[in-house]
């Protein structure tokens, strides 16, 4: 796993070569290049931006009550006991939470990038999770074999939110659920400055135009799936807002990061501040059910 914190790595390079020149896959080169101990995760390991309470204020020191009390708000719909999907498990911190909380029979982590499951060995065997290598938009899960699916904040860089609902109406037993977070594009960028800030956005994070939905044609593509009971809840101000108080005060503290590092994070940070001040973007907790 590769150090951001540290110099620029093969990883890195492969990155910015996919910024100019998107592959097949290039959230799986994405996450390539961010290791455990990326600068700006709000705490080592978790990649989540946060559910946080207040304003953020105590900053790092409450980041990964946030990151846990976001896995612990999302797993909160799954049934205990069942044979639970996590996908896009991240370094796989949250999977030792989910088992803790939900006691499943069976967990299940899928992630589309294999070197992520290899770093999360460790906590995925705390948590007893078989760790499988694929790709949300076909899950290799039999059909209704599972009573639950979470995503945490992955769905934006599903190459298709549809076909990754489509999955969960397949791999789900009847009265199954489906619990996930997700960043919405509540409205299209207007003018140079927001353009630049969405595209730049999109390339660097490996995300398709399509990517870009509202929160309610998020939950539409749900419905239209097949699952019901779709329930939206919008909290960008308890997610995105803080999380970007806590980047910018790291950024200021100067950390041991290459100069060229941290000028392209400055950079990025004060386009994702755009957006969100500008109220392009949101961050969303999704529930359905499998009919
Ligand atoms: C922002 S990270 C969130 C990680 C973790 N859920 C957390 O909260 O710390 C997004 C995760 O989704 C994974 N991912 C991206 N596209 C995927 C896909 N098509 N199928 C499965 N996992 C995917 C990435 O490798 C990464 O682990």
Redo the contacts with the bound molecule.
């Keep these: 796993m590769t150090r951001l914190g540290t110099a620029w790595t093969a990883e890195h390079v492969r990155h910015v070569g996919e910024i100019f020149r998107q592959g097949r896959n290039p959230?799986?080169r994405?996450?390539e290049s961010i290791g455990p101990d990326f600068f700006l995760a709000p705490a080592p390991?978790?990649?989540?931006l946060g559910l946080w309470d207040g304003d953020g204020a105590g900053l790092a020191d409450e980041a990964e009550a946030a990151?846990r009390r976001?896995?612990e708000t999302i797993a909160s719909a799954l049934p205990p006991g069942g044979v639970i999907v996590?996908?896009?498990?991240?370094?796989g911190?949250?999977d030792p939470l989910i088992a803790e909380l939900v006691r499943p029979r069976r967990l299940v982590a899928?992630?589309?990038?294999e070197r992520?499951l290899v770093a999360g060995r460790p906590r995925l065997a705390e948590a007893s999770a078989a760790p499988v290598a694929?790709?949300?938009?076909r899950l290799p899960i039999a059909e209704g074999a599972a009573d639950g699916v979470i995503?945490?904040?992955?769905a934006f860089?599903?190459?298709s939110r549809k076909a990754?609902f489509e999955e969960c109406h397949r791999v789900l037993r009847p009265g199954g659920v489906v619990t996930m977070s997700d960043i919405s594009t509540e409205r299209r960028p207007l003018g140079p400055a927001e353009l630049l800030s969405g595209l730049t956005q999109l390339r660097v994070f490996g995300l398709r135009l399509t990517a870009a939905m509202t929160a309610r044609q998020i939950a539409a593509a749900a419905a239209a799936a097949g699952l019901a009971d779709v329930q939206v809840t919008w909290c960008g101000d308890r997610v995105i807002a803080p999380a970007l108080r806590l980047a910018s005060a790291r950024l200021s503290s100067a950390p041991a990061a290459p100069a060229g590092h941290l000028a392209v994070a400055r950079l990025l940070l004060a386009q994702v501040d755009l957006l969100w001040r500008r109220h392009i973007i949101d961050y969303i907790l999704l529930r359905a059910t499998r009919p």
């Design positions: 959230a799986a994405v996450y390991g978790w990649l989540n990151c976001l896995v996590d996908v896009g498990n991240g370094l911190v949250q899928v992630n589309i990038t992520q694929g790709d949300a938009a995503s945490v904040e992955a860089h599903f190459s990754f």
